[in-house]
Every structure is written in structure tokens, then in C-alpha cells.
């Protein structure tokens, strides 16, 4: 189910935001590619943020 998953990517729209439109949650992993305010779930720097996330 959708709605029980979550997406990790570094992509603000071609990952997150698809993400979101299948209606998963979005995780934004922050990248020096991307500049500016994103709208995503959560977003993160580290993988190791996920385990907060996911608890």
C-alpha cells in the first residue's frame, strides 16, 4: 500500500515528488545538485536520519 511506504531520493521532483503523487510519503535526501525550498515530507542529509523517520 501507498500510504504505508516511503521514498528516498535525491531528485526533488523526478523522485519525491512522484513519490507523493503515488501517495508514499517523500524523502528528500539533500543535495548540493539542488538548490531551494522543496516541498517534501521529510528531508534529510544523512542516511542515518531515516531510522527517526521510520521508527
Do not use: C, N
Amino acid at each position: 500500500m501507498p500510504e504505508e511506504s516511503i521514498f528516498v531520493g535525491d531528485h526533488p521532483e523526478k523522485d519525491v515528488q512522484a513519490a507523493q503523487r503515488l501517495g508514499m510519503k517523500g524523502v528528500w535526501k539533500r543535495d548540493h545538485h539542488w538548490a531551494g525550498d522543496f516541498q517534501a515530507d521529510y528531508i534529510i542529509d544523512d542516511l542515518a536520519e531515516l531510522l527517526t523517520i521510520i521508527k
